[in-house]
């Protein structure tokens, strides 16, 4: 990814002279993620709507730099996922996004109005976003799990757990399908990952924490929203074989090595502008006439 961004870059000055445009539009779509409670890129739930905005310009019909903003929302429950000892952990929350982006764009074909009409495309950048997850307490009231440190964050007895920031990068890549309509608009077909720079998307990274120390600091919440086993029909007969006690200090609870990840599945309508300097002009000239 690194070495496409840095590659567009070093195009970028010695694309000035090329014929270049605008463009400006919506994006509308779905958005789901890849984490600790979710083990499945595309799974068959989770999808939450997204919507956005984006600019472009393009210093040639090949290469441009993109910028844009983006709001939706991820989800995901281990009551879902097919994996028993992820039923049995039974967490589950939600996080709304805020996203602001940039990066580069690469057309495979020239497309432009007086070329070609339809192009595949890839493109590779850096976002900053927003997070904050919360679920569902004891009486159906949103909680924000940041805040209880579920892992032992903000706990001194662990001084390697520190709380984690609600605004992080993220590195978007993707690509799509763009179709040229008439000379006014662009249509695009989008699909974009964003591999993010924290695994605490879903609050859930590392290992538990010893029961009574999470107790005494931050509260006898905390504990009961850090393993849900009690909440799922067969607790009672699972705890009387044994089975159903809150895990020791430091068994596992989330995938430390890996972070999470959230994607937008997207189409994108931008009206195509060869030059802010002439906007009046180029629209009388370019745009249907309606009567």
């Not at 805040?147 to 890549?173: M, S």
């Not at 009046?280 to 009567?291: G, I, L, V």
Request: hydrophobic share 35%; charged share 20%.
């Amino acid at each position: 990814m690194k070495r496409f961004i840095l590659s567009l870059a070093l195009l970028a000055p010695f694309t000035t002279f090329a014929q270049s445009h605008h463009e400006i539009g919506l994006s509308a779509g779905v958005a789901n993620y890849y984490g600790d409670l979710q083990d499945k890129m595309f799974p068959n739930y989770g999808y939450r709507p997204m919507a956005g905005v984006a600019y472009k310009y393009f210093f040639n019909p090949r290469v441009g730099v993109r910028f844009g903003a983006a709001f939706s929302s991820v989800t995901a429950a281990d009551s879902l996922s097919e994996i028993q000892v992820k039923q049995e952990r039974n967490l589950r929350f939600a996080s709304n996004l805020f996203e602001i982006h940039g990066g580069f764009e690469l057309n495979l074909l020239q497309v432009e109005s007086d070329r070609a009409k339809v192009s595949p495309y890839i493109f590779a950048g850096l976002s900053l976003f927003h997070f904050n997850p919360y679920t569902d307490g004891a009486r159906g009231e949103k909680v924000y799990l940041r805040a209880l440190g579920t892992e032992g964050q903000g706990i001194p007895v662990y001084p390697d757990r520190k709380e984690y920031k609600t605004v992080n990068i993220a590195f978007p890549i993707g690509g799509g399908l763009k179709f040229f309509v008439g000379k006014t608009f662009f249509i695009t077909t989008e699909l974009g990952f964003r591999y993010t720079n924290t695994d605490y998307l879903d609050d859930v990274s590392k290992t538990y924490v010893n029961l009574d120390t999470l107790r005494a600091y931050k509260g006898q919440q905390a504990v009961d929203l850090s393993f849900r086993s009690d909440e799922r029909g067969d607790w009672w007969q699972k705890k009387q074989e044994g089975n159903q006690d809150y895990p020791n200090f430091k068994f596992q609870r989330g995938d430390s090595k890996a972070n999470d990840w959230y994607w937008f599945g997207n189409v994108t309508v931008t009206v195509y502008l060869k030059s802010f300097g002439n906007v009046k002009r180029y629209w009388q000239a370019n745009c249907p006439a309606f009567r």
